[in-house]
């Protein structure tokens, strides 16, 4: 059987993508999860997998070229069994073996075969939304038990931390029951509802009805699946190349994570969030192994009644009946609310905080900032006070190393960064985001300020990739714009340090035998104590300061 691997659907106004590598070739075996293209849009750079395993027949686009979402590919020959020719004539490759009793997977065709009454039933499920996605929200649920639901009609609109996502059936049928309801939070591949589908009828993809069979449970090995994955981006045709638009979101909307699909499955069926996982094989890969580890180092610090993070679940005590004094009104959290509070509660509660406080006289840079303003504004960016502060920052984490760590209780080690990344936190309508600065130390401040502009922009524009969010050593958050004096800003785990920025304001200051002027900026500096002592607190903190009020000590120190 010949299958067209198409440009799936990949969020809402984007209508192509660029092919950016091709790493198979024509008449190579492929097993199922292997990537098969890598693809930029305007909002992310992602790997495309294959859901099934057999040998590339042709591909029919180019590294750099340009393709249009529901275009063809690449076609691929399987057979009805999984297997691919070169698979079923070859003893050396091994096939992946369910060894529980289970239903054997339907055979695939292009249409819903006929079946005895009772076996018409298809159960639709939450497809999956992307690495690490293990859940969404319910925003609004479209049909109701005795609806007739046509192929490609929407049928739920569901939202996570990246996106607001609607969900076409991929089937024609009558709904029979509904089993999820607006504003409920979902676990991806629950089941949303249940539909009769009538002998004969059409499908948009090769789904068969179900039988409510398991097969995640089966007893595979690590990094094996079922030979057969019955879901998009392929279309099914008698290699007639027919068209076909796919709309689900799926597992190609991906950031790439070091872990096989059974491992991550495995951590989600016992609790545990794979993204606090520490991986011991090549490259940080994760295995089943290391999973048990860590949840097995959890359950210990449970039992000895430390603070336990890292599990999908939050230990909270129960809020009051606050009704018993008052009308109250209920909001569900937004993904973004959700992931900031979990991991803000995971870093308080897993780093030993200090903060230490003092001012910066930012008289004279105020005045150079004036002087060449305009010539950063001719670059295309904005000279600030943040934009400086990140090239001193990225000059003192040279001086101090230690800054630029992350602290490994489970191994006793420190790990020590060769890179300086700064974050830079960024209030938006839906949350507190911290792009990413890359390579703080390699840049001038005009690149600096044009790469903060942009940076910022495209956060409050909801085009940031999760990539453009990982990977930094050290956070700078300023509240200057708004107001008020100091604050206690929290470390952003894995990191060790963060400092906070506050209003400046002119005060008096006693210089020779006289009050001056000068305009004073409050500094806020919360450090991890495991790492930082307080003495290497408050120099690093002098050093940013006298650099802030001496630029030529970049030079001769940094």
């Given amino acids: 059987m010949i299958v067209d691997f198409r440009l799936p659907h990949l969020g809402d106004g984007i209508v192509s993508a660029d092919i950016i590598k091709i790493p198979i070739k024509e008449g190579e075996q492929i097993k199922a999860d292997q990537v098969l293209v890598e693809i930029e849009t305007d909002k992310a750079t992602v790997e495309v997998p294959s859901d099934v395993s057999g040998v590339v027949k042709k591909i029919f686009v180019k590294e750099g070229s340009k393709a249009a979402v529901g275009e063809a590919l690449i076609s691929i020959e399987v057979l009805e069994n999984g297997e691919s020719g070169a698979e079923k004539n070859s003893s050396s490759v091994e096939t992946s073996k369910i060894e529980t009793p ?70 024609a049928g009558k709904i029979k029951k509904v089993f999820v309801k607006d504003g409920e939070k979902v676990g991806v591949g629950s089941a949303a509802f249940t539909m009769e589908i009538a002998a004969g009828a059409e499908s948009k993809s ?74 011991t094989g090549p490259n940080g890969r994760i295995s089943n192994e290391d999973v048990k580890a860590f949840a097995k180092s959890l359950n210990e610090k449970l039992q000895t009644g430390a603070s336990v993070s890292g599990a999908t679940g939050a230990f909270a005590e129960p809020l009051p009946d606050f009704s018993k004094w008052g009308d109250v009104e209920r909001r569900a959290m937004t993904n973004i609310r959700r992931k900031t509070a979990e991991h803000l509660s995971f870093a308080w509660s897993s780093v030993p905080h200090v903060t230490q406080f003092d001012k910066a006289d930012i008289t004279e840079l105020e005045k150079l900032r004036k002087q060449f303003g305009k010539k950063v504004e001719d670059a295309g960016g904005k000279l600030t006070v943040t934009a400086v502060l990140v090239k001193v920052l990225a000059s003192a984490l040279k ?50 300020s044009v790469e903060l502009q942009e940076i910022s922009k495209r956060a409050r524009d909801k085009k940031l990739s999760p990539d453009e969010m990982q990977g930094g050593c050290f956070t700078v958050s300023n509240l200057g714009g708004i107001g008020g004096t100091y604050f206690t800003p929290i470390v ?45 607190g408050i120099r690093f903190l002098r050093w940013v300061i006298n650099a802030l009020e001496n630029p030529f000590l970049l030079s001769l120190e940094g």
């Fill in 102 to 171: 289970a239903p054997a997977p339907i055979p695939v065709s292009a249409s819903i075969p006929s079946s005895k009454p009772g076996d018409n039933e298809y159960e639709f499920r939450i497809p999956a939304l992307g690495e690490n996605i293990s859940s969404a929200q319910i925003t609004k649920v479209l049909v109701k038990p005795g609806d007739t639901v046509s192929v490609d009609q929407i049928v739920l609109e569901i939202e996570t931390d990246k996106a607001t996502v609607e969900i076409p059936s991929e089937v």
């Fill in 206 to 279: 090769a789904i068969a009805p179900s039988k409510k069979a398991e097969p995640e449970k089966a007893n595979l090995s690590i990094d094996e699946e079922p030979a057969v994955k019955q879901k998009e981006p392929f279309q099914k045709v008698e290699h007639s190349h027919a068209p076909s638009v796919v709309n689900l979101p799926k597992d190609f909307v991906r950031t790439v994570v070091p872990a096989a699909p059974s491992v991550r499955r495995f951590a989600r069926e016992i609790g545990i969030n794979i993204q606090n996982v520490r991986g």
């Fill in 399 to 448: 001086v101090f190393p230690q800054f630029n760590s992350s602290v490994d209780m489970e191994r006793s080690e420190i790990v020590y960064k060769k890179f300086v990344n700064i974050g830079i936190a960024v209030d938006t309508d839906r949350g507190l985001l911290v792009p990413v600065i890359r390579d703080a130390d390699k840049k001038n401040i005009i690149q600096l």
């Fill in 492 to 536: 952003n785990s894995p990191e060790v340090a963060i400092i906070g920025v506050s209003k400046s304001s002119y005060e008096p200051v006693f210089i020779d035998n006289k009050f001056e002027p000068r305009l004073m900026m409050p500094l806020s500096l919360s450090y991890d104590h495991r790492i930082i002592d307080g003495a290497d």
